[in-house]
């Protein structure tokens, strides 16, 4: 059976690219979203994987132009939709948020035809992702410097909650948060229709980061094995899960000076930054409030009272 995805169409055992239109820009033109069609050889299920919801992660833009050339349709079971670009606008003018609306795409899921920019683009992709058994939405911890994560976002209680797990372990960057998202998300919504979907957040990094986009290529090859798209096996590896995430913010202004590297584990009351001056002197000292794992940080490192400093995973344990 032909599937098609906007523009694109492919029969069993074919592959085609094309646009799923979604309006007009400002000149009157219509736009569309670059699509992909892999429809394998062999029944089997179906995945949907989306990148550059937010337009400053370019990441699983990176990971997506790598898998598709390497998607053999004579050798897949099932079917593979992919939109590679999600947030048209932003992605133009390489920003975080659509311009159009000043929205954060993943706060828009699942979207509204007769909505804004953002809930419309949101809509359209909704339509296309909840066609599938299970979701992939490629992120990255922005321009932040952020470890390689899997997020699950449904929440604890969520009758889902046990399979977006399994689909997180399956991708494997090793770290996995599971901590309900804000209300928004496609890993929100999703779930809500009952496919299991996950945010694997592929680092942080301003333009493209080669080593995250290698463990972006490997965790879709990873479910894509796992799942039985493609033959072989593969045997999950135990992740390391933070079950909270605690941020930091500066309380004074200066340099920030960090005693630990990403991924470190740290000890409550262990150092973990100094906010400094130009002349070096030190204005304050900042430990941990908890047990955790060096998340996330900022890039640049000076900041204003109140500022984002860092981000530890808390609440540890794996599974
Ligand atoms: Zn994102």
Redesign the pocket.
Known sequence: MTTRLGTASAGPGEVDTGRLEVGETRDGSTFGLPVAVVNGAKPGKTLYMQAA??GD?LNGVGVLQRVVPQLDPAEIAGTILIVGIVNYHAFQVAE?RNPIDDT???RAYPGSENGTSSERIAAATFEAATRADLIL?L????TSRMIDEVRVRCGTRHRLHDECLELAKAFGCGYVLDQKGPDGQLARAAPDEGIPTV?P?LGGCVGWDETSIRKGVEGVFNVLTYYDFLEGTVDPERQTRANGFEQYGASCGGLIDFEKDLGDEVARGETLYRITTPFGETKETVTADSDGILWRTRRLPQVATGEYVCSLGTDLDSY
């Open positions: 919801s937010d992660e975080h954060k795409m993943n939405d992120h990255q911890g922005s945010d957040e």
